[in-house]
């Protein structure tokens, strides 16, 4: 355990972006077996195994392509920003996290998979689903946040936030996979 501790500490970038392109599939690939989300677009060898591998890879490259690259340099610049774990630093950050990271990662999410899956109208998923993603995510991550600021180091954030996000990504594979999820 030491010599992994080491490792990380030695090396936090290529640590924080294998670990949240691990945790990215991971949410994927819990909510097809566990959720039992179908992607519409499986082939017959794909549904017949139970999970959609495609699925799962587009997921992980929007993880490493954007998501572990922009929390990594974000949580580095929140906290050069606006530094310390005072209750005004810590509030600042997780107001400031929700206006601005919140909704780019959320939107990123839902056209990077559209994109990946040359659909016709990559802002489809966006425009339906963006709003009760968004909902969702400002309470969860308000309160994730706050903890995360205000009592987890700064070399281990983005690794703890890693682990947190795969409870959200698990919710928005999930609600990706809701063709009749309608805007509220």
Request: proline share 4%; net charge positive; aromatic share 12%.
């Amino acid at each position: 355990m030491n010599r992994a501790w080491a490792a990380f500490k030695a090396h936090p970038y290529i640590s924080n972006v294998v670990g949240y392109t691990t945790l990215f599939a991971s949410a994927d690939l819990i909510q097809q077996s566990v959720l039992g989300g179908k992607p519409a677009a499986a082939s017959t060898s794909e549904a017949s195994a139970g999970i959609d591998w495609c699925q799962t890879t587009r997921v992980a490259t929007v993880g490493f392509c954007f998501h572990a690259n922009f929390n990594y340099h974000w949580l580095k610049g929140l906290e050069r920003m606006l530094p310390g774990g005072s209750v005004k630093a810590v509030m600042g950050k997780v107001v400031v996290d929700q206006l601005i990271a919140a909704p780019l990662t959320i939107s990123v999410f839902y056209i990077g998979l559209s994109l990946l899956e040359n659909k016709d109208d990559p802002l489809e998923d966006w425009r339906q689903k963006f709003w009760t993603s968004y909902k969702t995510g400002v309470v969860f991550w308000s309160t994730m946040q706050a903890v995360n600021f205000a009592l987890i180091p700064p070399v281990a954030r983005t690794v703890f936030l890693g682990g947190i996000a795969l409870t959200f990504t698990i919710f928005l594979c999930h609600l990706r996979q809701q063709h009749d999820h309608k805007i509220k």
